[in-house]
């Protein structure tokens, strides 16, 4: 075993959506992400709904690419599955980092609703964080919730 210690990274972004939560919260779920997430492809693992549900395990290689520079097969499990509230994954990107994905969602009883997502990112070697990590971990995530905004609000993807 080595010595490296593992410094998290904490990005969080909050946003308003002009689309009723019943609409947004059934879009974060891999199956629906491909109505709004430009090159989204996954393979479902686990679900018996055939949707997100909690104990989902589906995987991708889009947020690996995005945050590694190279395809790495990613795992997400979810963890909690709170309808109209909360999400949790728990992503494993090989043996390169493990994130904790929290989406909450509350309802603002005007038709909309308001978003937050974080990561709270851990790398598992001192290849999987340098100087730009952050970054992209922002990047990612801010891209993530402007594509669903923008879907919410238009009916389309953002290209």
């Avoid at 686990?46 to 549900?53: A, T």
């Avoid at 970054?135 to 290209?159: F, H, N, P, Q, V």
Wanted: proline share 4%.
């Amino acid at each position: 075993m080595s010595e490296f210690q593992a410094k998290r990274i904490v990005c969080t972004v909050e946003e308003e959506i002009k689309a009723p939560l019943s609409m947004v919260f059934p879009l974060c779920c891999p199956v629906e992400e491909l109505k709004w997430i430009n090159g989204w492809e996954y393979q479902m693992v686990c679900s018996d709904s055939g949707v997100n549900e909690k104990g989902c395990i589906f995987i991708e290689e889009m947020s690996g690419s995005a945050l590694f520079g190279v395809p790495v097969k990613t795992k997400w499990i979810t963890t909690r599955h709170e309808p109209d509230t909360r999400i949790q994954f728990v992503l494993v990107s090989e043996e390169k980092s493990i994130i904790i994905f929290d989406l909450e969602f509350v309802d603002q009883g005007n038709g909309t609703c308001s978003a937050r997502f974080q990561f709270i990112y851990t790398p598992m070697n001192e290849d999987a964080i340098n100087e730009t990590t952050e970054e992209k971990l922002m990047l990612i995530m801010t891209s993530l919730m402007s594509w669903l905004k923008y879907y919410c609000e238009t009916g389309e993807m953002l290209k």
